[in-house]
Structure formats: structure tokens, C-alpha cells
């Protein structure tokens, strides 16, 4: 039997077993999926343990999305652009990195969510990892622009100058924010997962119809979408498609296979 795993620290509350079992199940593979820790500082003994253990694949999970990219003999364009992998496949020659964040987000707004991004405004929130991760996707999908936030400016500069041969892109601090407005914003940021704490951005970022999505899920409305639902947001989601998504797009990666996901949702969010 194929061995699959999601490694983090910690790892104990990660759902992606339960997608791919569902996954497996559903279209017939015959595969184990089970999550592993691995101890920080760890992370290239464990994953080649595992690969000697018959491992094939690996979901990559914080904080090790930067070890999994530097562990890989190859890399995929969208892993190389974003520096981090969030998926890596055993081949013959080593391990291939693959970071699949970008085409869940795109494909939970534009499939499940029926928000184009092309020809839109978009604003992404943050410059972290999480922003570099979604980004190639993004452009691919030919939006109007994308505009860059991000609490220390300078970062932002940089990863509009990482990204300028993609498409449009500009960095703006939170204060240059005022008086525009997009069609879709994207929270790649932690601010309010420690609570409900003063959000960073100023009023009037939704257009009429725009779109608020938060790459966090939770089982309670986000403080980012409590935020921006009070400030003009007339639809909204959290991450949880992109969580079901991307994983979709690692089994694919791994299997050959693209799996439906729609029976995933009420499995993992029922009914309130």
C-alpha cells in the first residue's frame, strides 16, 4: 500500500487525513494517509525516514514549508516563485516540491465561489508566506491588477519586484489604502487569530459586489470577515475550500487522479 502523510509540528489537529481517505475512497486508490510529526530541526531526517519507509508523498504543514522546499531535487514553477512547498512527491530521483495553496484559492473562488478574478482588482493582505504561495495562480487567472498590503512596507515593496514579470502588482502601505477600492481582498495575514484586536486596514476597500476571503478557516466567522462584513463586504467566504481544494490538487499530483470535493464540505463543516 502507498504511504501518505501530512508532516508539521504540531500536526495532531491537521484534517487533511480525512480528506484523503475520503479522496482514496472515492476514487478507488489504495493508499494509507496518516499524520506525522516531526521535531523542529528534524525535518529533512523525518521525511527521508519516511521515504525509506515506503513513503510517497507529503502535504507539508507549518513550519516546515521552507525545509520541504529545500529538501526537493526539483521544484515546480509555482513552488520556485513562492520559495516554500506545501506538497512534495518521492520520484525516482528525490523529492519533488510542489506548492498547490494558489490553486486551491483560485480554484474555491472561481469553481465553488463563482468569483472571477480576471479583469478584477484584487488586494491581497499580507506578504508573508502565505501571499508569496498564491500569487503565480492568481496572475495566471489574468486579474487586472494586484495590490500588495502588508504591515512592514519594504517587504511588500519586495514582492511586488518578485512578481512585476507576472502581471500588474504594486505595494502600498495601509494608509495608501484610502480611497481605493477592489473587487476582491484576500487576508494572507494573522491579524485577529489571537483575538479580537483592532484591524490594521481603513474603511471602504469593497466595491459594490466585491468579494472578502480569509485564507484562515475556522468553525466561527474569522475576525477578519466579522471586519470586513461590518466595513462593506456584501459576500464572503474563509479558507476552508482552499484547504479542501489544494489538497485535491496534492492528490492529483500524487495519483493521476483529480478527486470531486463537494462531499467534502458537509463532511468537515456540518450543517449549523
Same mark, same amino acid.
Given at each position: ?77 509555482? =513552488? ?49 508566506? =502565505? ?66 484586536? =483592532? ?10 459586489? $466585491? ?24 459576500? $464572503? ?36
Amino acid at each position: 500500500m502507498d504511504k501518505y502523510a501530512v508532516i508539521g509540528n504540531p500536526v495532531a489537529h491537521s484534517k487533511s487525513p480525512q480528506i484523503h481517505e475520503a479522496f482514496a475512497h472515492a476514487t478507488g486508490q489504495h493508499m494509507s494517509y496518516v499524520r506525522l510529526w516531526a521535531p523542529i530541526g528534524g525535518f529533512a531526517d523525518a521525511v527521508e525516514t519516511f521515504a525509506r519507509d515506503g513513503g510517497r508523498g507529503l502535504n507539508v504543514t507549518v513550519p516546515f514549508k521552507l525545509d520541504a522546499f529545500a529538501v526537493a531535487h526539483t521544484a515546480s514553477d509555482r =513552488a520556485q516563485a513562492a520559495g516554500a512547498c506545501n506538497t512534495l512527491r518521492r520520484d525516482a530521483d528525490g523529492w519533488y516540491a510542489d506548492n498547490t495553496d494558489g490553486a486551491g484559492i483560485v480554484r474555491d473562488l472561481t469553481v465553488n465561489l463563482d468569483v472571477p478574478l480576471a479583469g478584477r482588482d484584487v488586494l491581497v493582505l499580507g506578504a508573508g508566506g =502565505a501571499a508569496r504561495g498564491i500569487l503565480v495562480p492568481v496572475f495566471a487567472e489574468r486579474p487586472c491588477s494586484v495590490t500588495l498590503c502588508n504591515r512592514t512596507a519594504e517587504k511588500a515593496q519586495a514582492l511586488a519586484l518578485h512578481f512585476a514579470a507576472r502581471g500588474p502588482i504594486v505595494a502600498l502601505t495601509s494608509g495608501a489604502l484610502a480611497g481605493r477600492s477592489f473587487d476582491v481582498v484576500i487576508n494572507a495575514t494573522s491579524a485577529g487569530l489571537a483575538g479580537d484586536v =483592532a484591524l490594521p486596514w481603513p474603511a471602504g476597500l469593497f466595491r459594490p459586489g $466585491s468579494f472578502a476571503y480569509d485564507m484562515v478557516y475556522a468553525d466561527a466567522p474569522t475576525a477578519f470577515l466579522r471586519w470586513a462584513r461590518a466595513h462593506g463586504a456584501p459576500r $464572503s467566504s474563509d479558507g476552508l475550500g482552499m484547504l479542501i481544494e489544494q489538497a485535491a490538487e496534492s492528490f492529483f499530483l500524487w495519483r493521476g487522479v483529480r478527486p470531486e470535493t463537494a462531499h467534502i464540505f458537509p463532511m468537515l463543516r456540518p450543517a449549523r
